[in-house]
């Protein structure tokens, strides 16, 4: 079965310091990964995705992810983590058997982000 | 362009009442999901429509919700004799033809 584990809760960064969500899945096949963000009484926004090629995704508003296969992670990363960051971030999974683009996303249960002035 | 868009924003029923939740996709989407928001359950999936095909029901958590698309566009979720255990918010997402889905604002489910 397809699973997602964001193991913190809760992340606290000062502003301008870097930071890192993490991410773990598990999938029978190739992963499809995926990083959304939510602002308060918002819809979900895509930030990133990895489907195949390099390891290092860029996303929107200077994030972006690393895919290492061994471990089965894919972590969020900012160098510098500004106040406007502050949401709730989700990791999402498809399990790439069969290949296709579309088919339903399984969800971490979310990493509130803080960031601090 | 236009975003989805769901309404309504916010619905309160009474235990026991049906209540129906609207989802217009991004025009042209072929794709539609939906899911749900809880606290104790994080992000889950409900059902997904694909073009004309079927759609996957697998993540329905009980005969009481059901779904339909109409002319491959808007959805609509139907959820009968609600209870309280399905308080939560409603969430519908469209894609055509890549890996990212776009989800809409929600909708925010009280039953009292």
């Known amino acids: 079965a397809q699973s997602v584990a964001q193991p913190e809760d809760q992340v606290n960064v000062a502003e301008g310091n870097p930071l890192t969500v993490k991410c773990t899945y598990s999938v029978s096949g190739n992963p499809y990964l995926f990083w959304y963000v939510q602002y308060p009484n918002r819809g979900l926004q895509f930030l990133l995705k990895y489907i195949t090629g390099d390891n290092l995704v860029k996303g929107s508003y200077g994030f972006e992810a690393e895919f290492n296969k061994s471990q089965t992670s894919f972590h969020l990363k900012k160098p510098s983590a500004l106040v406007s960051d502050s949401a709730l971030y989700f990791c999402a999974v498809r399990d790439g058997k069969g290949g296709g683009s579309q088919g339903n996303l399984i969800f971490g249960k979310g990493t509130k982000l803080s960031v601090k002035p | 362009g236009a975003g989805v868009s769901q309404s309504p924003s916010n619905k309160v029923t009474e235990k026991g009442k049906d209540v129906e939740l609207r989802c217009d996709p991004i025009?042209?989407?072929?794709?539609l999901y939906w899911y749900r928001q809880s606290l104790g359950q994080g992000l889950e999936f409900l059902i997904y429509?694909?073009?004309?095909?079927?759609?996957?029901k697998s993540g329905l958590p009980s005969d009481r919700f059901s779904a339909e698309r109409t002319g491959g566009s808007v959805s609509t979720l139907t959820i009968q004799r609600t209870q309280q255990e399905d308080s939560a918010v409603y969430l519908c997402a469209s894609t055509k033809a890549r890996y990212e889905q776009y989800f809409g604002p929600g909708t925010r489910l009280t039953v009292t």
């Open positions: 429509f694909q073009g004309n095909s079927a759609p996957d």
């Open positions: 025009s042209g989407h072929t794709a």
